[in-house]
């Protein structure tokens, strides 16, 4: 089997410099690969409540350069775009240029909705949702220009429905959409866009769960971080097949996620009662489909043309 490398790659990792965590493992296997990898991680979050001390994405770069690999660190906030731009800018200035980017920084608080506070909500979005939107955005240009790029964004299962888990879940459903969205834009200029699912014992698992939490037991004696990273290393890889897709990667198991249609019924002229009456067919999954993207073009469809909002009409 011939081994796959990213020699002259460049990489972002974001929320990587947490030990256990999944962006240093991401970030470790691509450098071991042949990658130069921007190692980003804020530190420490001042908002935080529970985690075990603070992350170093300086830590996480010596052990890349002490195995012989290529790394800098950069400790900007994906939550806005400077923050964003300065992450992309550093791996330019110290590499020439954006390969692959690793939307991995997030933040959980466990809480049920009717508690949650709006600040914490908030911080959800800024981070999970907004910061994977930003740091796709800085590179985007640089990516659409090289007409290459790959791009792993890091959602959740906690997306299809999981309790007090409510507004992470909405985040990391937005990360999905995104990606698939992102997929559709980006497939006639060469960017391949992509997610994957991990579940592994780690900085923010710990910081969500009670010492004595079984859950929190069985993810450290079976969930290595080291086994989610593989399925992320293959969707950052130029030969990747796929774009728009989710896979799955937990404790060795890795599967894909997607989404599909019931054939359903049509009927121009049914009503709420219909619905009612021919429910089994709606629900019926015996003839589902899988949802493709929307690789279409759409130059013909007579779209309004995109103005920046403060630019008057005339």
């Known amino acids: 089997m011939q081994e796959l490398r990213f020699d002259g790659r460049t990489a972002i990792v974001t929320g990587a410099g947490g030990n256990p965590s999944l962006g240093r493992t991401h970030a470790l296997l691509l450098a071991s690969r042949g990658a130069s990898v921007v190692v980003n991680d804020i530190g420490l979050d001042p908002e935080a409540r529970h985690y075990p001390g603070a992350a170093s994405a300086e830590t996480v770069v010596q052990e890349i350069i002490a ?25 330019l200035d110290a590499f020439g240029g954006v390969d692959i980017l690793v939307n991995n920084a997030g933040i959980t608080i466990g809480a049920p909705f009717a508690d949650i506070t709006p600040r914490d909500i908030q911080r959800h979005i800024d981070v999970n949702l907004m910061g ?3 740091c796709s955005r800085a590179a985007w240009p640089h990516m659409a220009a090289a007409k290459y790029g790959r791009i792993v964004n890091i ?52 910081s969500s769960m009670e010492e004595d939490s079984p859950i929190l037991a069985q993810s450290k004696s079976s969930l290595p971080p080291e086994l989610s990273s593989p399925a992320v290393g293959y969707l ?17 198991q890795v599967q894909r996620c997607f989404i599909s249609r019931t054939e359903g019924f049509t009927d121009r002229d049914h009503a709420i009662e219909t619905i009612a009456d021919r429910w089994d067919e709606v629900m019926d999954e015996t003839q589902a489909t899988t949802v493709g993207l929307a690789l279409m073009d759409t130059s013909q469809w007579g779209l309004r043309a995109y103005r920046p909002g403060n630019q008057k009409i005339s």
């Not at 950052?236 to 060795?252: R, S």
Request: aromatic residues 6%; hydrophobic residues 45%; glycine residues 12%.
């Open 236 to 252: 950052a890889h130029e030969a990747c097949p796929v774009t728009g897709e989710c896979l799955d990667a937990v404790g060795g």
């Open 132 to 134: 994977t939107i930003w």
């Open 67 to 91: 195995a012989g690999g290529k790394a800098i660190a950069c400790t900007d906030s994906v939550a806005s775009l400077e923050g964003a731009e300065a992450i992309v800018r550093t791996a």
């Open 155 to 206: 959602t959740s299962a906690s997306m299809t429905g999981f309790a007090d888990q409510a507004v992470y879940a909405a985040s990391k459903g937005g990360v999905w959409s995104l990606t698939r969205a992102l997929a559709a834009e980006g497939d006639r200029l060469g960017i391949k866009v992509n997610a994957v699912s991990p579940g592994a014992y780690t900085r923010m698992v710990i």
